[in-house]
């Protein structure tokens, strides 16, 4: 079975910067695409940016674009997002989430289709 488990999360002010991890056991077949979702209170969940395990395309929400950045370390089995100047906004509790490869890139943009989820780690930007 697979497991995730991000860190990371902290209160920053705005401006700053944060590194994600979300270390996933279980083996690769079940985690080909790994992404990360956010939601902030009262609002509904957004998606940020996932990675895909081959090839290792990237995509990005249109809010995040230019300041966050997915990567994968696949000996590791561990996903990152470097959000650098973050912004108040950006405030949320922010997923990892893994799931299958689709044929369509728009599918990696719905969180129904991951399978799997961590607990989520908190991360708060002040002015």
């Known amino acids: 079975q697979v497991q995730l488990v991000e860190s990371g999360g902290g209160l920053v002010q705005a401006g700053g910067s944060l590194r994600l991890s979300c270390a996933a056991s279980?083996?690769?077949?079940?985690?080909?695409?790994m992404g990360w979702f956010r939601q902030a209170p009262g609002k509904a969940r957004e998606f940020v940016a996932a990675?895909?395990?081959?090839?290792?395309?990237?995509y990005y929400a249109d809010s995040v674009k230019g300041r966050f950045t997915i990567s994968r370390d696949n000996a590791k089995n561990t996903v990152y997002l470097q959000m650098n100047s973050l912004k108040p906004e950006d405030t949320a509790v922010y997923s990892c989430?893994?799931?299958?490869?689709?044929?369509?890139?728009?599918?990696?943009?719905?969180?129904?289709?991951?399978?799997?989820w961590g607990q989520g780690t908190q991360v708060t930007v002040s002015s």
């Open positions: 990675i895909r395990l081959s090839p290792n395309n990237t």
């Open positions: 989430a893994a799931g299958r490869q689709y044929y369509t890139a728009i599918n990696y943009y719905i969180d129904e289709n991951y399978h799997y």
């Open positions: 279980g083996g690769t077949f079940s985690t080909a695409v």
